[in-house]
């Protein structure tokens, strides 16, 4: 070789330089066997102590945590997963996050790999590590205070020392353990069941009347739906109003209602339509009103429509039928032709009585007699006064014109006005009987006006009594 490569300065220093060369590779040999427990090869490539990277994830077996698993540079060479780091791999109670030996079972004073003799450049490779060494603490990401790797729910926080949180299956906010109703939506108020504000066993969201205790959707019964319930309805059958205590409204206070009172505002009668009631003619004083009595002239019965009974119904009131029970003719006071009574039948009298037929007359649609048919009238009187147990009857006939009712009513009028005549003349009235028939028994053509002047007549019979 030559001296001036390393420009020694004489043999001496040369040689020294050759000895020393081998010196040097034989301790360095030795270090490594000490630090790996091996017999180092001359053969073998050395590895520079703290330099070596077993499980080849870029940090040297010195500075990585978890030098047989390969990990990451965030987590100090182990794997990244939390969970992993807190279990304990090789069951040697250090956790793998801080286990520099993760497959075999250590100490805590050599971060979890086995115990080794003190050797001084080991001890110094330790100091490093421990140096380097960080804690890491159980993580328990959801904070429900179950650290991830015993969690099965790491991301939801668990309550009462489960893991996981409790369902909520009807979606109301109160947890299924302590929702009285889980399967209804209910409101924490109520323990997760549905609100009952009255207690009536209809939940407020199908209580129609939530505040007020019911039987009927939640409402109290309210038999004619008008708002206010039967327990408080004082008609309770009848629509009314609130404020009338769910009676309908009756301004004027008669008793019926606004709705069927024709005098809302004036107290009345029923019978008058709400209106006051109105005093009406009773001409005969049977105790049935004109308007509604058949013969308005003449005492009679209800049953007989204000006309008087009549029990064998021939149109002769019983009172001046002489054959009651058995139906005759009017002209004969109601008997039958064979038992009619005698008749004075002589010229006398047939020739007065045809003359009053004929002559009677009165004012247009009126029941005053005229002049001419007074004179007449005086002298069917003076028959009756030579015939003592005669009787007379005084039949009044209308024509068609005009309401029936009211030919009905002036027919009788009619019939009167000539018995109170003939009685004025000093004839008892228990002798005359006047009857008023209307247009009913017509003896000419009504369409004709000669027909119907015929049908205006009053019709004299004197018989015996």
């Known amino acids: 070789m030559n001296n001036?490569?390393?420009n020694f300065k004489d043999d001496e220093e040369r040689e020294m330089f050759f000895i020393a060369i081998p010196v040097i590779a034989l301790f360095t040999l030795l270090g490594a066997w000490l630090m790996k427990g091996e017999t180092p090869s001359l053969s073998t490539p050395v590895a520079a102590v703290g330099v070596?990277?077993?499980?080849?994830?870029?940090?040297t077996d010195g500075t990585d945590h978890c030098p047989t698993v390969s990990g990451e540079l965030a987590s100090f060479g182990c794997p990244a997963k939390v969970a992993w780091e807190n279990k304990d791999n090789d069951l040697d109670g250090i956790r793998n996050g801080i286990d520099s030996c993760t497959e075999t079972k250590g100490v805590a004073a050599n971060n979890g790999c086995a115990a080794v003799a003190a050797v001084a450049a080991p001890v110094v490779v330790e100091e490093i590590v421990a140096e380097e060494t960080i804690t890491i603490e159980p993580v328990d990401t959801d904070g429900d205070g179950i650290i991830d790797d015993n969690d099965e729910c790491p991301t939801e926080a668990g309550i009462n020392g489960n893991a996981c949180p409790i369902g909520d299956t009807d979606n109301d906010g109160v947890l299924d353990d302590a929702d009285e109703c889980p399967d209804t939506m209910g409101s924490a108020l109520s323990n997760g069941?549905?609100?009952?504000?009255?207690?009536?066993?209809?939940?407020?969201?199908?209580?129609?009347?939530?505040?007020?205790?019911?039987?009927?959707?939640?409402?109290p019964l309210d038999t004619d739906a008008d708002g206010v319930p039967d327990a408080s309805d004082i008609c309770p059958a009848e629509a009314g109003l609130k404020v009338n205590n769910g009676c309908p409204a009756d301004a004027d206070g008669d008793g019926i209602t606004d709705a069927n009172d024709q005098c809302p505002d004036t107290a009345g009668v029923e019978a008058a339509g709400g209106c006051p009631a109105v005093v009406e003619a009773d001409t005969d004083a049977d105790g049935i009103v004109d308007t509604v009595d058949n013969c308005p002239s003449i005492k009679g019965v209800a049953e007989n429509s204000g006309c008087?009974?009549?029990?064998?119904?021939?149109?002769?009131?019983?009172?001046?039928?002489k054959c009651p029970s058995t139906a005759g003719a009017i002209e004969l006071l109601g008997c039958p032709t064979e038992t009619a009574p005698v008749i004075a039948s002589n010229n006398e009298v047939?020739?007065?009585?045809?003359a009053a037929i004929s002559g009677v007359k009165f004012n247009s649609s009126s029941a005053v007699l005229?002049?001419?048919?007074?004179?007449?009238?005086?002298?069917?009187?003076d028959l009756m006064k030579k015939y003592p147990d005669s009787f007379l009857e005084i039949r009044g006939h209308t024509d068609s014109s005009g309401n029936s009712q009211t030919n009905m009513d002036l027919s009788m009028q009619r019939a009167r006005s000539c018995a109170s005549f003939i009685a004025a003349q000093g004839i008892s009235l228990d002798r005359l009987k006047a009857y008023g028939y209307g247009d009913s028994l017509?003896?000419?053509?009504n369409s004709t006006r000669a027909g119907r002047e015929q049908n205006r007549r009053v019709e004299f019979e004197l018989g015996n009594l």
């Open 4 to 6: 001036s490569l390393f």
């Open 52 to 59: 070596t990277d077993t499980d080849g994830d870029g940090m």
């Open 193 to 219: 069941c549905p609100a009952d504000t009255d207690g009536d066993g209809f939940n407020d969201m199908n209580d129609n009347c939530p505040s007020i205790a019911g039987t009927e959707e939640g409402c």
């Open 308 to 321: 008087p009974e009549d029990t064998d119904g021939d149109g002769v009131a019983d009172s001046d039928d």
């Open 350 to 354: 047939k020739q007065a009585l045809d």
């Open 370 to 381: 005229t002049a001419s048919s007074r004179d007449l009238l005086r002298t069917v009187a």
């Open 442 to 445: 017509p003896i000419a053509d």
